[in-house]
């Protein structure tokens, strides 16, 4: 009867002894997995999705006379999002083809004119040597050669006149400081107008607005943004991680809004300063007490496989966990 109750004592201590080596050695191939793991992967959750954010204003001032977006809808480059009322943009557009047309007349008038005053010279001029040659012959008296040269004289007046009112360009156009500033002018109001019209300058997605049909606006005052389509992953590793990181190496990335997919991408590139010395206030580490903090090192990650937007809608801002294929 000891016997039997010894043998089961020993049994029973045998099979803990099993168990505890069996759990041992999992525990240790775990760690070793990891370990390994470790060394052919480096990852962080210190990542989120980045885009472009675009901010929306508009370059002349005015009343937004209709709106034609809503928040988080698509738009794309070159679409109407807005217009400005533009009747006074239109009343100045008038004023100043009005302005400008009148210096070209002008100018016109000048050209004609020296035109014209140019042919009366050629005329006084032969008139004056016709008198002169009579005047020595005898034919006509000193008083009619001295009237036909004073028209000549005033002929030269009218004519230097005439040449001031004309500035000759490097192309030969006939051109002067006035004309050009008016057609800038012109230009300038033609450009205003067609601001009126606020145009998207990039496709995307529209999100911050800030504008309702009716309200006055200024130039430079944020409408809306558009976040584009291009999506890539800000990573930041601790400093001890990076180095043996380099662009172009292979990474795993796991979305928190989709843990079940593995989105393939590449490191582009790593950042040449901490977060921390490209920050509005970078550290002082030469004055007061020393205190040495870890770094976190930015690695801009991009996706290497295309995605669906209507499967997966990826935004800027989520929360990523990137594992880099460093070995």
Known sequence: MENTQENEIKHKSGKKKTAIIIVCIIVFVIAAIFYVNSLKYQSTDDAYIESDLIQIAPRVSGQIEEIYIEDNRRINEGDLVAKIDDTDYKIRLEQAQAMYEKALYSQKVAKAKLGAVNSEINFAKKDL????????????????????????????????????????????????????????????????????????????????????????VQTGQPLFAIVTDKIWIEANFKENQ?????????????????????????????????????????PENAVGSFVKIVQRIPVKIVFTEEINPEEYNITAGMSVVPKVKVK
């Open 129 to 216: 040597e016709r008198y002169k040659n009579l005047y020595k012959a005898g034919a006509v008296s000193r008083q009619v050669l001295d009237n036909a040269q004073t028209r000549y004289d005033n002929t030269k007046a009218k004519l230097l006149a005439a040449e001031e009112d004309i500035l000759s360009s490097t192309n030969d156009k006939v051109a002067d400081a006035n004309l050009r500033v008016l057609k800038a002018k012109r230009d300038q109001a033609a450009l205003n107008l067609e601001y009126t019209n606020i145009k998207a300058p990039i496709s995307g997605t529209v999100t911050n607005r800030n504008v309702e049909k009716g309200k006055y």
């Open 242 to 282: 990076v180095g043996k990181m380099k662009a172009g190496q292979d990474v795993i990335i796991k979305i928190d809004a989709y843990p079940n997919k593995k989105f393939k991408g590449k490191i582009d590139s790593i950042q040449k300063a901490s977060g921390a010395k490209s920050s509005l206030f970078p």
